[in-house]
């Protein structure tokens, strides 16, 4: 492994799993990427929210939206793999979250993939897709998924 992408959500799992790929990445020398991506709906969620603030001129386009996921990777990074002697890069990305995380894995030339996912039924997974199992399908090398039954928010 020489240079990872760790998939970073608002979730306590996600940060136990961000913990343990900095110190793969610490052990084997190799640099972090993080990535959080924001959904078209998120965007538009958020600025509608903004817009209806009274008496407050409050610009959120695209390139907002971007930093603001880039700067929630970044902190999350600063918080979680403080102490450990690894680089890393936050990137923020908006749009569908497979299609962002597997374009910044090749646009960085990421050989790991690091992932949190949600435990479903199989119909759930049919009705409602599953964004783990995309990323596993579809991205060209080792992929470390770690499931949880509930998401704690972080």
């Given amino acids: 492994m020489e240079r990872a992408l760790v998939v970073v959500e608002a979730t306590a799992a996600t940060k136990d799993l961000l913990r343990e790929a900095g110190e793969l990445a610490t052990g084997v020398g190799a640099e972090l990427i993080l990535v959080h991506v924001t959904t078209e709906d998120e965007y538009a969620d958020r600025a509608d929210a903004l817009a209806k603030i009274p008496d407050v001129d409050v ?64 119909t759930g997974k049919a009705i409602f897709g599953d964004r783990a199992q995309r990323l596993i399908l579809n991205f060209n090398g080792p992929v470390t998924v770690t499931t949880v039954t509930e998401e704690t928010p972080a």
Avoid: M, W
Avoid at 65 to 85: K, T
């Fill in 59 to 122: 610009s959120y386009d695209v390139t907002r939206a971007r930093d603001g996921a880039g700067q929630f990777a970044r902190d999350v990074g600063n918080e979680v793999l403080q102490g450990l002697d690894v680089d890393f890069r936050a990137i923020g990305r908006l749009g569908d979250k497979v299609d962002e995380v597997l374009a910044v894995a090749d646009e960085f030339n990421c050989d790991h993939l690091f992932v949190t996912g949600r435990q479903r039924s199989p």
